[in-house]
C-alpha cells in the first residue's frame, strides 16, 4: 500500500539555526498538507499544496511539493523554541479510490534556547 | 465553533475491562475518523465514516475495536477487551470532504491499560 516517509525522525537544533524535513510518498499524490503537533496536543493544520512544483510561504516558513508530486518539504528558517513539535505531511493518492490521507511518521523537533 | 470535542481526555483502567472513547464532530462536517497514536507506530487511521456510514475500518486492529456513528453528532470507539498494548492516545478527526479538505483534530484521549 502507499506508504509516506519522513526524514529525519529527530532534529535537534540550537535556536536561529534553519530546519528542514523532507516527505516522501511510495505514489503520486493529488495534494500534500502538513500538520504540526505540540507536545501533548493534537495535530494542527498548516498548509495545503496542491500544484507540482508549488512553493508557498508562511513567515519563516516554507513549504515546497516537489515536481513529480511525490515528495515535499518544510523549511524552517531561524527556528524558535515556540517551532517545537512534531511536523507531519500527509497526502492523498489518486488512484486510491477510498481518497484517504496517509500521515506520514513525522519529524520531531527540538529547539535548544 | 467549539472546535471537535473528545472525552474523556484521559482514562486509565485495567486489562480486561471495556473502553469507550467519544467523540463530537464540527458541525458540517460529513466525514468523522479515529486515529490512533503511538511512538511506535505513528498516526494510525483506524476507521472512517461519510455521512454516519463507515466506509473504511481496514485499519481497527482487531475485533476488540468496534466504532459507531448513531448520528452526525456523535460517535464513540469501543474497545472490548481492553489490553494494555492499546495504550496510546486515540484522535477523532472531521473533515468537510475527503483528500484535499482539512482535517481537524480534536485533543484526544490518552488511554492507559493496566
Known amino acids: 500500500g502507499q506508504q509516506v516517509m519522513q526524514i529525519p525522525q529527530y532534529q535537534h537544533v540550537q535556536e536561529g539555526e534553519d530546519f528542514t524535513t523532507y516527505c516522501n510518498s511510495s505514489t503520486t499524490l493529488s495534494n500534500i498538507q502538513w500538520y504540526k503537533q505540540r507536545p501533548g496536543g493534537h495535530p494542527v493544520f498548516l498548509i495545503q499544496l496542491v500544484k507540482s512544483g508549488e512553493v508557498k510561504k508562511q513567515k519563516r516558513l516554507t513549504f515546497q511539493f516537489g515536481e513529480a508530486k511525490k515528495n515535499s518539504s518544510l523549511h524552517i528558517t531561524a527556528t524558535q523554541t515556540t517551532d517545537v513539535g512534531t511536523y507531519f505531511c500527509a497526502g492523498d493518492n489518486p488512484l486510491d479510490s477510498s481518497y484517504k490521507l496517509i500521515f506520514g511518521s513525522g519529524t520531531r523537533l527540538l529547539v535548544r534556547p | 465553533d467549539a472546535g471537535v470535542i473528545q472525552s474523556p481526555r484521559h482514562e486509565v483502567t485495567e486489562m480486561g475491562q471495556e473502553v469507550t472513547l467519544r467523540c463530537k464532530p464540527i458541525?458540517?462536517?460529513?466525514?468523522l475518523f479515529w486515529y490512533r497514536q503511538t511512538m511506535m507506530r505513528g498516526l494510525e487511521l483506524l476507521i472512517y465514516?461519510?455521512?454516519?456510514?463507515?466506509?473504511?475500518d481496514s485499519g481497527m486492529p482487531e475485533d476488540r475495536f468496534s466504532a459507531k456513528m448513531p448520528n452526525a453528532s456523535f460517535s464513540t470507539l469501543k474497545i472490548q477487551p481492553s489490553e494494555p498494548r492499546d495504550s496510546a492516545v486515540y484522535f477523532c478527526a472531521s473533515s468537510l470532504g475527503l483528500g484535499g479538505d482539512t482535517q481537524y483534530f480534536g485533543p484526544g484521549t490518552r488511554l492507559t491499560v493496566l
Open positions: 465514516f461519510n455521512n454516519n456510514v463507515p466506509i473504511d
Open positions: 458541525s458540517g462536517h460529513d466525514y
